[in-house]
């Protein structure tokens, strides 16, 4: 019955003869092992190709879309992640095949005569892959991606004349956006693997005509491609799948912060099987007079690929063929080198701890603060999708509300070269003081903001102790306020009175009591002030008596002979926007001649902060998470 | 093989018995005309596919209509990027150009459009696109080591602007940071903000 329907079928279709002609290919000296790197690499393809599509089905490109859509892939669809991890693995697991093969074909002289059209084949192919692994890092529009993207397509407009219009074509006009997106798209999912598919045909075909290079031996036998080469075949590749699976779900696949323009990501590097070209161009200084930047990104290269154009051709002079194994080991041995050497110099920091002084160690560790950095922006984006959900302007348009992630920002920007913020979860140095001298414009320092406006922090800016007390490096040790009225108070005056142990019992209870009561002032939300009431009603009856002799000098209440820092909704968010809007008005340093180098974020005549930078600032500082509205 | 069994072959396949019509290629007026057809047929939706789309964006100006805030610079091209109370005359500090961008089909109001990094010197207003002139990364001014750094490949630059020599790793860059013209009305301050290729020693603006 089933013969019946197959010779049918058979007659109709020719399929038995197509099937004969497929797999009854001929294998002089049998199937072996190392024939199966082509297949290894068919077989990626082909899970690039079915993987892909799936992902095209969920994916979005678009400025607003992209990372949102790569988001819902990754971390919201079940098996997304898998799907997406195998997509990412198998790309790298193809650029490793690619040399192997290449380097099998080298060695077994199957690049010669008659098979120079298959070796042409076969480069071209490599171009494409390696292009659609360029084009596949941008789609994620994550930072990583579009940083290091931007360095490649920068390098595009290199070459002089055709240069600046080959860039425009390439990101779809002068700046990134939706356009580049879309044709890194265009490319990445029609375009290359549409030539990738033709030329693999060709590849193939040509494959088919002259056989496999080797030669029947009288110890083995020649066999034909099915069963056993086939069976080698599928074993090598289920075995590659098998790995791909393993390494997708051992270390699932990443997603950076969203792109940002204006938020320069300082780590950004390419694919790592791009980091020897990445290596390469810091070798080229200009230091000969001309454009070696132009050689080492793009005559070198193609140099190289020229060459191996035309090794079929060198190789019928005499030495010919030992001169290309050279060369080709040359180039491979120098790719290896570079790419190890860019991840040493990442690295310089974590392998040298002792070289703290040397430039190569700063920069090891500028770039893993930036990693850190951005894997915190990651980690709060994520949680802000979690909260929220992405709106339609895209996921930065969130990050932009959110007072923690912009918070971080701007005072990293505007804050951090005089103030540090050495809060636990997220940290940020404060000025390096590259010059130790008071008076040097370089010596900046400012009070650690961190809590500022909590118990804590009041406790401390009351404290004569050399390591967290006001005179220390958290509050007034780098300004002038360090032998300013305030610090000689709290020295002189408070601290020193208290002479026995119970007086200084009594006043660090006294300055518990006003810290609270200030901080009351704050209404800080991480603090819980109603189970702190009595401390808090101490602590204002100590303020309105003036036990600690702080009236005076600032208002409280009905006392207002103050000239110095308003003590009325100290810390409260509108008492921090005017302090960090104009320091020198009223209530704060009167005139400004009191205020050491704090400067006026926005007055008539400054704007360096927008109210809607300042809103985030305050609310950073107050630790108030909830997003501001537009 | 066809050639020689002919017969077999069209009984098969049903096709005409004048087999010499397959004698060359090009070998009739009707070969030509079908091979220029059948080029042209290929090359039609592809020259008005590169047309419309691939040159879509060399045909139109992705500059930024005009700028924002109501600022308007007194001279063409110019931004207005600060007042000059905003600037520190040691320390160089980081300025973002907002204006009106449009993204492809997307219109969209204040929007930052570069950033550049500005002090004063003496009576001048000193400022410098935030690109780097080697590979298009964006270099930060380092307060510890008083200079320009740019993360990707070791370049770095003097608070002048000038590339820093002498360190023990190289400096790829092939010039020194952009200046950008500046322009003073009252205390604002306007700049000519522009792009300009990278990896070339001359600063040519793209």
Known sequence: MFRKLYSWFDSRTGIQASLEEALYENIPGGAKWRYVSGSMLVFAFMTQLITGLFLWMHYSPGSQNAWASVYYITFEMEG??????????????????????????????????????????????????????????????????????????????????????????????????????TRFFALHAG????????????????????????????????????????????????????????????????????????????????????????????????????????????????????????????????????????????IISAVVYLTWEAKQEDNYYLNHPDDTQSEAYKRSKRFHEEVGRSEKEFELIQQLVKDYGIPLEGPTALQQRDPLTMGLRLFRRQCASCHAYSHDEYAIAGPPNPDARHDSPLNYGAPDLAHFGSVKWIQGLLSNDAVTGIRSERYFGKTLHVSGEMAEHVHETMWASAETAADRQTLATQIEQVAWALSAEAQLPYLDYAANQEKIEAGIAHLNDDTLGCIGCHNYGDNEDGYVIDLNGYASAEWITKMISEPTQTGFYDGGSDNDRMPSFHTAATKLLTPREIELLVRFLREDRSLIDD | MNEAKPEQHDSETNLPHETNERRGFLGSAAGITAAVLGGLLGVGPLAIGLYATVMDPLRKKTTPQKVAGGAVGAK???????????????????????????????????????????????????????????????VSYELESQAYQCPCHNSSFNVDGSKLEGGRSSNPSPRGLDALEVYVQGTSVFVKYEDYFTGRHAKIAK
């Open chain 1, 80 to 181: 997304g992640n898998l799907l997406r991890g195998i997509h990412h693995v198998m790309a790298q697991a193809m650029v490793c095949l690619l040399p192997i093969h290449l380097l099998q074909v080298v060695i077994e002289k199957a690049y010669t005569k008659p098979r120079e059209f298959n070796w042409w084949l076969g480069l071209v192919l490599m171009k494409i892959t390696l292009a659609l692994g360029l084009t596949g890092y941008l789609l994620p529009w994550d930072q990583q991606g579009y940083w290091a993207t931007k360095v490649a397509t920068e390098l595009a407009a290199l070459p002089p004349l055709i240069g600046g219009l080959t860039q425009k074509l390439i990101v779809g006009g002068s700046d990134y956006g939706h356009f580049t997106l």
């Open chain 1, 191 to 330: 375009v290359l693997p549409g030539l990738l598919i033709g030329f693999l045909v060709l590849h193939l075909a040509m494959f088919r005509k002259h056989g496999i290079t080797a030669h029947s031996s009288p110890h083995r036998p020649d066999q034909l491609f099915w069963p056993m080469q086939v069976l080698k075949d599928g074993i090598a590749c289920a075995l590659l799948f098998a790995v791909v699976v393993f390494a997708a779900i051992a270390e699932p696949v990443e997603l950076g912060p969203p792109a940002e323009p204006t938020e320069a990501f300082g780590a950004a590097r390419p694919e790592w099987y791009f980091l020897f070209l990445f290596q390469m161009l810091k070798y080229f200084d200009g230091s000969l007079g001309f454009n070696t930047e132009l050689v080492g990104a793009i005559v070198l290269p193609v140099v190289l690929i020229g060459f191996m154009f035309a090794m079929p051709l060198i190789a019928r002079k005499k030495f010919g063929h030992h001169l290309n194994v050279t060369v080709i080991v040359m």
């Open chain 2, 76 to 138: 063409e091209g110019f931004y207005f990027v600060a007042q000059l109370g905003e600037l520190d005359s040691h320390v160089p500090r980081r300025f973002t150009i907002m204006a009106d961008k449009i993204d492809a089909w997307n219109f969209m109001k204040d929007q930052p459009i570069g950033s550049v990094y500005m002090r004063m010197q003496g009576e001048q207003v000193e400022c410098f696109h935030t690109t780097c002139p080697h590979a298009g990364c964006a």
